[in-house]
């Protein structure tokens, strides 16, 4: 083989895998939309020293509003006594790094990080609300 073939096929090789790699990075992008239908999530950590948890479900509209989201909280190993309704608002990133802000019924506001994965399907999140510490993850369901 000459060395202009060989010279041809390495250019031809770089090209082609170039292009996958952009492919691939343009597979991975993320925006508002990937979060999108009925989610079920589950946190827990502590508010001001004293242990909490929760288990819910929100929609997300996929245009940066999380909707008909309600949630069964314990504090301190205690049930709170209403289901507690929220909404939230969130932004994505390119690489699956979010944040949301929530407006909770008759509580303070609340902040969170979040990465989305498995196609924005599922995600986990930490709060970043002053004095509480949480961790948790969110999954859609079908």
């Known amino acids: 083989m000459t060395s202009s073939r060989i010279y041809s096929l390495l250019k031809a090789s770089i090209i082609l895998l170039s292009c996958a790699v952009a492919?691939?990075?343009?597979?991975?992008?993320?925006?508002?939309?990937?979060?999108?239908g009925?989610?079920?999530?589950?946190?827990?950590?502590?508010?001001?020293?004293?242990?909490?948890?929760?288990?819910?479900r929100f929609f997300g509209d996929g245009k940066g509003n999380l909707l008909n989201a309600s949630r069964t909280l314990v504090v301190g190993g205690a049930p709170a006594p209403v289901q507690q309704s929220f909404q939230?608002?969130?932004?994505?990133r390119g690489d699956g790094r979010g944040t949301a802000d929530c407006t909770v019924a008759g509580a303070t506001p609340e902040s969170f990080s979040?990465?989305?994965?498995?196609?924005?399907?599922?995600?986990?999140?930490v709060g970043t609300t002053p004095g509480v510490v949480i961790h948790g993850n969110a999954t859609r369901q079908k």
């Open 114 to 125: 979040f990465i989305l994965f498995d196609n924005g399907r599922q995600t986990y999140f």
């Open 38 to 56: 009925d989610y079920v999530f589950t946190f827990d950590g502590s508010a001001g020293g004293v242990p909490i948890a929760a288990v819910g």
């Open 23 to 36: 492919a691939d990075a343009s597979a991975d992008r993320f925006d508002e939309h990937d979060i999108f």
């Open 88 to 92: 939230c608002t969130y932004v994505v």
